[in-house]
């Protein structure tokens, strides 16, 4: 069943009874982007022939009658392998799962089992329900192990644009009970091993704030206002604690930055770099120039996100494996 409505998300529906936000997909993004990169293409998933898919897997139940779903991809061999939980972006209120599939459908190729994951929008709950629904996936990832072959002791996660800073935000808070449940699958851990941020802000509390601003002064409510329940000034606690500048410890995860050329979406990423260093933490940035925000969803740059992720991932979670 649809139904359409108005006010702040101007393209909300409801199907089955959960509110969703149409309004970031593929084609969207394209049609945005091509104006000023008329050469990009879309990026299709192709399933490589040494990989295997398991598509529709339920992982969570946070709520009566909401079923949470991620697809998995993995090598078509009985090996056990690293594995990466991938994040999709869509301003925490739009998007799906799919737009991760071409991505991990490669990232699997070079031996890792690759998760894009279902999470809560802000239509059906605000912050920090995403963050929680992440944590119980990685929870489900180390309760599931043996049965999809998935080498526990090396687990990761990425996201792009919002989900990189929510996949920086579980990585950051590394066994913080403050973002923890009780509910589904206790009995395990959530930390991760390494974070893939691609254009995730790490920090809501600076130029983020700014560009909100720029954003309600045009009568445009922006997506961090709408997750987090209201502007910096109304919500402070809540932007604070979504900033993962403010939650890096010892325990926090190695990060590799990739980045387009649009500045606003580094915010706070060399404050983290500072901070994760001081505990003698890993970093990597890469810049890729003259390319839109979401340039992983299109040819020419698809291929430089992929490669600077496994070869992140290949020194975090291999190397180290052979020391």
Known sequence: MFFFSSGLYAQLVTIDGIPRDTSFTLHSAYVKALKQYPDIKKVLPALPANVQAIEGIIYSVPVENRNLKLNLYR???????????MVHGGGWSSGDLSMQIPMAQQIASHGYVAI???????????????VLDLKTAIRWIRANADAYKIDTTHIA???????????????????QQEYET?????????????????????DFSTDEWEATKESLAKKKIPASIKWLGGTYDDKREAWLSASPVHHITKDSAPVCFINSSIPRFHGGRNEAIEILSGYDIYTEVHVVNDTPHPFWLFHPWFDSAVA??????????KMKKME
Request: proline share 9%.
């Open 75 to 85: 090598p078509q061999d009985d090996n056990k392998y690293p594995v990466l939980l």
């Open 116 to 130: 894009p994951v279902e999470y809560r929008l802000s239509p059906e709950a605000p912050y920090p329900a995403a």
């Open 157 to 175: 996660i990425s996201g792009c644009s919002a989900g990189g800073q929510l996949a920086m935000l579980v990585g950051m808070t590394n066994f």
């Open 182 to 202: 009780s509910g589904e699958y206790p009995e395990f851990r959530s930390n991760v091993h390494a974070v893939v941020n691609i254009d995730g802000i790490s």
């Open 308 to 317: 600077h992720t496994v070869s992140f991932l290949d020194k975090m979670l």
